[in-house]
T-cell receptor, first 119, second 112 residues
């Protein structure tokens, strides 16, 4: 159980293109989803916390107009990288946490990541 | 700055040996979690230990937590080549919107 599907797994596109990444919780409901960015051989950097039915909470230094997050249902959150440029190339990973119970004691369940390459 | 800091940064062992990885953190936490990441993939949750727990086991994994020293260790016994991956500790504070703060990770290589 607790499977998170992230799509697409790999995107290569030209500079200026907008790219949408989907994160779905397949067998559970997730009030909260998280979006991370990971550079090669580095740790995960939290970009934003996505809450179903409300605006995302962005971490300091993350441009909300650049990285648009929509969490329209309890099983789907999307991250859109608008007008992507080469410096946006990275590995983007989403995660979801089960709804209910002691939320702070719930593990996060991760998608397999999206490798974004902007030419 | 990163909440969690693992050491060593890289570890290479022979199959069958035990692997011990350490994590230190700076502030009071609600729980500490260990995750594994295979190359180019997402993270897999391994084990969660709460602040009022001292030790936890799951299969070949043993995690300890010392809140007085603000440190945790992950022990993998009888390692296998398939255990080759990056391992991250992550800390969570209290609260419904608690987010995880990840350490830099440890690269474990298990030689067959």
């Amino acid at each position: 159980g607790a499977v998170v599907s992230q799509h697409p797994s790999r995107v290569i596109c030209k500079s200026g293109t907008s790219v949408k990444i989907e994160c779905r919780s397949l067998d559970f409901q997730a009030t909260t989803m998280f979006w991370y960015r990971q550079f090669p051989k580095q740790s995960l950097m939290l970009m934003a916390t996505s809450n179903e039915g409300s605006k995302a909470t962005y971490e300091q230094g993350v441009e909300k107009d650049k990285f648009l997050i929509n969490h329209a249902s309890l099983t789907l959150s999307t991250l859109t990288v608008t007008s992507a440029h080469p410096e946006d190339s990275s590995f983007y990973i989403c995660s979801a946490r089960l709804t209910g119970g002691s939320l702070s004691n719930q593990p996060q369940h991760f998608g397999d990541g999206t490798r974004l390459s902007i030419l | 700055s990163q909440q969690g800091e693992e050491d060593p940064q890289a570890l290479s062992i022979q199959e069958g040996e035990n692997a011990t990885m350490n994590c230190s953190y700076k502030t009071s936490i609600n729980n500490l979690q260990w995750y594994r990441q295979n190359s180019g993939r997402g993270l897999v949750h391994l084990i969660l230990i709460r602040s009022n727990e001292r030790e936890k086991h799951s299969g070949r994994l043993r995690v300890t937590l010392d809140t007085s020293k603000k440190s945790s260790s992950l022990l993998i016994t009888a390692s296998r080549a398939a255990d080759t991956a990056s391992y991250f500790c992550a800390t969570a504070l209290r609260g419904a919107n608690s987010k995880l703060t990840f350490g830099k990770g440890i690269t474990l290589s298990v030689r067959p």
